[in-house]
């Protein structure tokens, strides 16, 4: 049984940072993050496929950067210039085949795989 264990999520003011970290207990062709805040629909984040193939919303383009370990089966996403709407819990996803990036997650549920979720607040 595939598990993805996620950490890093906390209370930051406005305008800080954080990291994200999800490992995987095997290996995954992409993965990715998710959000959803109460009362919300689950909203993509980012993925990373094989071969640094990456994707963001654009809600979060230009201030988040998801990376990878592959030797590590771990995703990274570093969380920059942080806004309280950005507050929520986010989910790591992962998909053993392949996909592109840009598709992996963002269409119907095609995750394999998911997080249990961790919270990131982010105080105004």
């Known amino acids: 049984q595939v598990q993805l264990v996620e950490s890093g999520g906390g209370l930051v003011q406005a305008g800080g940072s954080l990291r994200l970290s999800c490992t995987a207990s095997?290996?995954?062709?992409?993965m990715g993050w998710f959000r959803q805040t109460p009362g919300k629909e689950r909203e993509f984040v980012a993925t990373?496929?094989?071969?640094?193939?990456?994707y963001y919303a654009d809600s979060v383009k230009g201030r988040f950067t998801i990376s990878r370990d592959n030797a590590k089966n771990t995703v990274l996403l570093q969380m920059n210039s942080l806004k309280p709407e950005d507050t929520a819990v986010y989910f790591c996803?992962?998909?053993?085949?392949?996909?592109?990036?840009?598709?992996?997650?963002?269409?119907?549920?095609?995750?394999?795989?998911w997080g249990q979720g961790t919270q990131v607040t982010v105080s105004s």
């Open positions: 990373i496929a094989k071969g640094d193939d990456l």
């Open positions: 095997g290996r995954m062709y992409a």
């Open positions: 996803v992962a998909r053993v085949n392949y996909c592109s990036a840009y598709s992996c997650f963002r269409f119907g549920n095609n995750a394999d795989y």
